[in-house]
């Protein structure tokens, strides 16, 4: 890996990272289009910390609400006591099934799964998906049902939705895309689903990317990738997804996700070609 290649992915996981098209299914489609390697599971996982910051930053304020109230219910012996508190324990809720699936996953996650046939079957299926959950969400709307906002979300809808998240364990079909998928199922408006599935990537990211950084801290620093590679990836990543994160919230507040529904299929159904065609090796 060169320079070069380190601030291509960078911007390539921060524009995808939080729009609902698959960060790792881009890192890995189009390294192997443009003929690079895979840039492998732990490098992807690692240069997560810089949207990882990026979330951190756009959302400083909620975060820093939430922590405060946490620590507060903690040190007074009233857990729920507000609805910031409440919030940070549905965080922590809807965190542990992507934690127990992921580790008992992992190994295919990192290698089987990771093939491009995978990944163009999660992308077109996945997307179906979404168009199913974007009727009933247009289907409530038109019979004046109001759709549920932050505040209103309740425990069980924060754990469907972090089931909903370990199914971005699959490559291809995007954590941001899984969970907002499953809050339009529950209801949730939009804009609401993305952030919340902005604020539970939160812990499953910064514990996967601490966990490969240590496993895998020899082959990240080695000369075929090198730490100055590594930094700067992560650094634009970060710089580029909070932009992406402002401008999908944005975009959701008046918009359906159909056109990330048409992308995913159509990049989904030219990848199955290419595969097919031989153009492009699967692993």
Do not use: C
Not at 4 to 31: D, K
């Amino acid at each position: 890996m060169d320079l070069f290649q380190a601030i291509i992915l960078g911007i390539i996981q921060g524009v995808t990272e939080f729009l609902p098209i698959s960060s790792t299914a881009h890192l890995r489609i189009i390294p192997a289009l443009i003929g690079w390697g895979d840039p492998g599971a732990a490098f992807t996982a690692v240069i997560q910390f810089g949207t990882l910051v990026a979330v951190i930053i756009y959302f400083y304020k909620d975060i820093i609400h939430i922590s405060r109230s946490v620590i507060q219910g903690i040190t007074s012996g009233k857990l729920l006591h507000n609805r910031d508190a409440q919030l940070g324990w549905m965080i922590a809720a809807g965190t542990i099934p992507i934690v127990i699936f992921g580790l008992t996953f992992k190994h295919s996650i990192e290698t089987s799964l990771r093939s491009l046939y995978v990944i163009s079957a999660s992308m077109i299926l996945l997307a179906l998906v979404l168009i199913v959950a974007e009727a009933i969400t247009k289907k409530k709307m038109t019979s004046g049902e109001k759709l549920k906002s932050l505040d209103e979300l309740s425990w069980k809808e924060a754990i469907i939705v972090g089931l909903w998240q370990t199914v971005a364990l699959i490559p291809g079909s995007s954590r941001s895309g899984t969970t907002i998928t499953g809050g339009l199922f529950i209801g949730m408006t939009r804009e609401t689903a993305a952030r919340f599935s902005f604020l539970l990537s939160l812990p499953s990211v910064f514990a996967a990317g601490v966990l490969e950084l240590v496993k895998q801290r020899h082959e990240l620093f080695s000369a075929d990738i090198g730490i100055l590679n590594l930094v700067v990836s992560t650094v634009v990543s970060g710089i580029v997804g909070y932009a992406s994160i402002a401008f999908l919230l944005e975009y959701l507040k008046k918009h359906t996700t159909y056109i990330f529904i048409i992308y995913r299929i159509v990049l989904g159904i030219v990848l199955f070609y290419l595969l097919l065609s031989g153009a492009i090796a699967p692993l």
